[in-house]
DNA sequence: GTAGGGTTAG
């Protein structure tokens, strides 16, 4: 005798272990009630494929009168599941079965919840396999999941859509965009969104303001991103700490110093504190930038006041004092930090390693080295480059090669680093054979060349001789939108000299002077030498004055064989000139 | 969000 449904309703809620199996529930549910209770069946769904691994096998025949491809039972079932991807599942599952066809209120709903749940790849996913559009409210939040997965083209193609339909954007999703663009470095796309913004009539706000200052900073237009704060400050609005930071890490980059005082005594006037991301920051860039003194100077000073630093701003510190080559302080800051309750870090090893590496104390740096393996560090790309580079700076180019053999055996990859360090630690023992191959092996692997792959051998080669290889490296560099790190120019400049080249020597000397490069001294000498040697007098009394206006003084014996060569002659430049050079200028 | 490995020559 079949009970009535509400009396098994009433049952199950008085059964407690009636309760507890889900698929009695449902046999009850789906072959006993007429009316089929859609609320309490979906929860019983939700529970099973929660629970049942192979459930997409198994329910359909169980339960065969039970219509499960009722578009309203899907509705029913996504209420109450709170796993947004089993019913994403469920829904691809219905999707599969004949007889269901998806309506868009179960599909916006399902799409909506994934969207919350910031699920784009499987909003993007679903998106991608129904011919349904979500409503507009829907598709802007998804915006914003998009950009803060960093998929911000998508973001765009979405924006566009709406764009096409009319709907204009709220300022969190204006916000989120630009911070997701932001995050992925992609400063271009932030300019285009903010153009639409203003057409779109939509008012910026503080946070949009932050963004903005970032990316400026990201361009490179530090200035005018400070413009920008000194602009909105003004209107009374303040930035987060991440715009001034970005600011003041910019200025740190172009060593202007006032500004980054400047900025921190706005930050404090207008109580946005510095972090410790800002002092960071301005530590890291004094250490890059040679400053390592007043790096230090700074994050005492933080200490004196009361400032804990952080693991990070030690492992910082102590690389600024290992670029100095001051081991003994870095040393002690590693004690410190220690007695702080830091524990080393992959980072923090791999800095002071290097340090030791550097200085030549290679059973220092191996007794870290074990240390750090046994802490359960494993080694690294950066672990063997740092030993590699010690023992090239220190001409043990074989063992750093013995290194490089190993890697693969241990399964580590070599990187342009690896190759770059071991190509330079050649070249400056005159390898340049082994430079050469190393070179080639480095382009057949697929790695893209830098500046540091090609300015070690263009140096060497010059050195030798070799010029003509030099030039052709040069232009393949060149070829390749690479610029060159300061003094290459020169290399060749004097190689070209040593051959008695005058005249090209010259052409490349004034290409260096139109594109505002400065020559070194030796540079300079050597042209005038050479071109002295050449009768080219005119051309080395220019040579000469650029070098004068540049700073520079003139080797003795240089100056002599130039007064032999102008001897005879007899004109006021030439007087000049030898004012000069006799005055010492 | 943060930190570590390759840049001259003196």
């Not at 400065?518 to 002295?532: A, D, M, N, Q």
Request: proline fraction near 3%; charged fraction near 25%; include cysteine.
């Amino acid at each position: 005798m079949a009970r009535a449904p509400s009396s098994i309703l009433s049952f199950l809620r008085h059964n407690h272990r009636a309760r507890q199996n889900p698929n009695t529930q449902i046999r009850y549910l789906t072959t006993e009630t007429k009316d089929s209770d859609f609320t309490e069946i979906s929860q019983q769904i939700c529970k099973i494929i929660r629970t049942k691994p192979r459930w997409e096998q198994t329910l359909p025949s169980d339960y065969p009168s039970f219509n499960f491809t009722d578009p309203q039972f899907f509705t029913e079932l996504l209420k109450h599941q709170r796993n947004v991807f089993f019913s994403l599942r469920f829904f691809f599952w219905l999707s599969s079965q004949n007889g269901f066809s998806p309506n868009p209120v179960s599909f916006n709903a399902l799409f909506t919840a994934l969207v919350e749940a910031k699920a784009c790849n499987a909003a993007k996913l679903l998106l991608g396999h129904t011919g349904f559009s979500p409503d507009p409210a829907s598709l802007e939040s998804y915006i914003g999941c998009l950009c803060e997965g960093g998929y911000v083209q998508e973001a765009v193609d979405v924006f566009y859509r709406l764009k096409g339909a009319g709907v204009c954007l709220s300022i969190m999703t204006w916000n989120a965009a630009l911070s997701g663009c932001l995050k992925v470095g992609r400063t271009d796309i932030i300019w285009i969104l903010y153009q639409e913004m203003i057409e779109c009539g939509v008012v910026a706000d503080v946070e949009t303001v932050g963004y903005l200052i970032q990316a400026l900073c990201v361009d490179n237009n530090v200035l005018k991103g400070y413009e920008l704060l000194r602009q909105v400050l003004v209107d009374g609005l303040v930035p987060g700490n991440a715009a001034f930071n970005k600011l003041i890490s910019g200025f740190c980059k172009e060593k202007n110093y006032t500004r980054v005082s400047e900025l921190l005594h706005i930050m404090i006037s207008k109580n946005r504190g510095p972090d410790n991301y800002t002092y960071q920051e301005v530590i890291n860039w004094l250490c890059k930038k040679g400053k390592g003194r007043e790096g230090l100077r700074v994050f005492n000073d933080l200490k004196d006041r009361g400032y804990a630093p952080d693991i990070v701003m030690y492992t910082t510190m102590i690389h600024g004092l290992c670029t100095m080559d001051y081991i003994g302080e870095a040393r002690k800051l590693w004690f410190e930090m220690i007695e702080k309750g830091y524990r080393p870090n992959e980072y923090t090893y791999n800095t002071m390693i290097l340090g030791f590496c550097k200085i030549g104390s290679f059973e220092e740096a191996k007794i870290l080295y074990k240390e750090m393996c046994d802490r359960g560090y494993k080694e690294t790309t950066v672990s063997y480059n740092a030993m590699m580079r010690g023992l090239c700076l220190h001409g043990r180019t074989d063992e750093a090669y013995g290194l490089f053999t190993e890697m693969p055996h241990k399964g580590i990859v070599r990187d342009l680093i690896t190759y770059n360090t071991l190509i330079q630690g050649f070249c400056k023992e005159g390898k340049i054979v082994e430079s050469t191959n190393l070179f080639r092996e480095l382009l057949t692997q697929g790695l893209q060349p830098s500046t540091y792959s090609y300015t070690p051998l263009i140096e060497k080669l010059c050195q030798v001789g070799a010029v003509q290889e030099a030039k052709s490296l040069w232009n393949d560099m060149k070829n390749r939108g690479l610029e060159p790190t300061f003094g290459t120019q020169d290399y060749i400049i004097i190689g070209l000299c040593d051959q008695g080249d005058a005249a090209e020597g010259m052409e490349w000397f004034l290409d260096m002077l139109k594109s505002k490069l400065k020559p070194k001294r030796k540079t300079f000498g050597k042209l005038v030498e050479c071109l002295s040697q050449r009768d080219r007098l005119d051309d080395s009394l220019l040579v000469l004055d650029f070098m004068f206006r540049a700073g520079y003084t003139l080797e003795e014996h240089i100056c002599y064989s130039l007064v032999n060569k102008l001897g005879g002659e007899n004109n006021h430049f030439v007087e000049t000139c030898l004012g000069e050079i006799l005055e010492g200028k």
